[in-house]
């Protein structure tokens, strides 16, 4: 046993007459085996290094994309803050165009960076259909204040198809989705018609009511599809009156906007905007009755008028509530003339114009006020042009002309105003 301890002990292997620790067996196979332990270890450490090396740079990486992440969701929230909740809040006040012109010229470039990341994300291409639709609105359309880019409108809805469809198309029980297309198909029919595409305009309007009417028989309490199908049947109503002639097909088609609004208020009562639209509906169904039946239409416009009374004072004070008063006594006007009720017509057309007069001054850069001043001047004109006070209707002529003027230079395309100057040229030379 000695001798082969020592033969052992010659070898660098442990030997039997000590005990076998690890750390004893351990040290004689590390003397043994020196150049391939130092390997190992040196092998080692460089794949430890490598490891901690490599996860250090993904902890970067990761870092580094929460940090894009963030600032992606950052630039998201404030786009959609714009667009809707300061927008929303700013549209109520007179004045306020060079404002939103302001919002759709920074925001579109945010809105623009985001649709070339959006691929792959169907939420955000959901709200950027959305907010397409919503610069759209903005730019030129003709139910609501906008800065008179009638192209640059058709072009934002443009894209929020585009964005919208694939997602209502794979998702059709996606009411946000369909109501994002559904809203497209009308914008781009409510701009269409303005520039006298009224058969396209139609077709467009008519999409958009079809989805909208599935989702309402779909989700019968979901207000926001009652409320958007009546915006829907209101825009078919005015291109199957005014565009097409079709008067009985526009009073079908705004009697059933007025029972969206009504089933709106059975959800909610004290829905201003249904409220309002309300008494907007009686006002274009007045426009109808008011061709055969001028009392018939003159006891809706007085049916009317209390609805907007009974709204809220902060309501009331409001832009759209201020027009649709001034629409009301526009037409009160024609139907009080038309009935031989020639002073109080006289005062509820001068009162239209003073309204409009005050919304125009105050938020020159919109479009939409300006017209409403031309129409409501026209309407003036004529009345002073039959009583035969030529001079009045004379002075009254050419503010229109003048206002038209600036509408066509600010935007070309727009043939419905080109159209009107044409026409009151003409009156004007017959004066």
């Not at 794949?47 to 490599?54: A, E, K, P, R, S």
């Not at 300061?86 to 549209?91: E, G, I, P, R, Y």
Request: with cysteine; glycine share 8%.
């Amino acid at each position: 046993e000695l001798a082969a301890d020592i033969r052992r002990h010659l070898e660098g292997r442990p030997v039997t007459a000590r005990r076998a620790t690890f750390r004893y067996r351990a040290l004689k196979f590390i003397r043994r085996n020196k150049v391939a332990v130092a390997a190992a270890t040196a092998g080692g450490l460089a794949l430890l290094g490598g490891t901690i090396g490599v996860a250090w740079q993904g902890s970067v990486a990761i870092a580094a994309r929460m940090r894009a992440e963030r600032r992606f969701l950052d630039v998201r929230r404030l786009t959609h803050f714009l667009l809707f909740d300061f927008h929303d809040a700013v549209q109520k006040l007179p004045g306020s165009t060079p404002v939103q012109d302001m919002l759709v010229k920074r925001a579109l470039v945010y809105l623009d960076s985001l649709a070339a990341e959006a691929g792959g994300d169907p939420a955000l291409q959901l709200e950027l259909a959305e907010a397409y639709v919503k610069f759209g609105d903005i730019q030129g359309n003709p139910y609501q204040p906008n800065l008179g880019d009638t192209s640059g409108a058709l072009a934002s809805y443009r894209k929020a198809l585009a964005l919208a469809e694939p997602r209502a198309q794979s998702d059709p029980g996606n009411a946000r989705a369909v109501r994002a297309l559904a809203r497209a198909h009308t914008r781009t029919g409510d701009v269409l018609y303005v520039n006298r595409r009224v058969t396209e305009a139609t077709d467009q309007t008519r999409r958009g009511a079809a989805l909208l009417e599935k989702l309402a028989a779909a989700q019968p309490r979901d207000i926001e599809t009652h409320m958007e199908l009546a915006g829907a049947r209101e825009g078919l109503g005015d291109q199957l009156g005014k565009g097409l002639s079709d008067s009985r097909g526009a009073m079908d088609s705004f009697r059933r906007s007025l029972a969206e609004w009504q089933a709106a208020l059975r959800l909610d009562t004290q829905n201003v905007r249904a409220r309002r639209a309300v008494a907007g509906l009686q006002l274009k169904i007045a426009d109808l009755q008011f061709a055969t039946d001028a009392r018939g239409a003159l006891e809706t416009l007085r049916q009317a008028l209390p609805i907007l009374e009974a709204l809220p004072a902060a309501e009331r004070g409001t832009v759209p509530a201020r027009r649709l008063e001034a629409s009301l006594r526009r037409r009160l006007g024609d139907c009080l003339w038309e009935l031989d009720q020639e002073k109080e017509a006289l005062e509820n057309y001068r009162r239209a114009v003073e309204e409009f007069t005050t919304l125009a001054a105050l938020d020159p850069a919109n479009s939409r006020a300006q017209f409403d001043l031309v129409a409501s001047l026209n309407d003036l004109g004529q009345t002073l042009e039959s009583a035969g006070d030529l001079a009045g209707a004379l002075r009254h002529y050419g503010t229109i002309t003048d206002t038209l003027e600036k509408l066509v230079r600010t935007d070309p395309a727009n043939a419905a105003w080109r159209a009107h100057l044409a026409e009151i040229l003409v009156r004007i030379a017959g004066l």
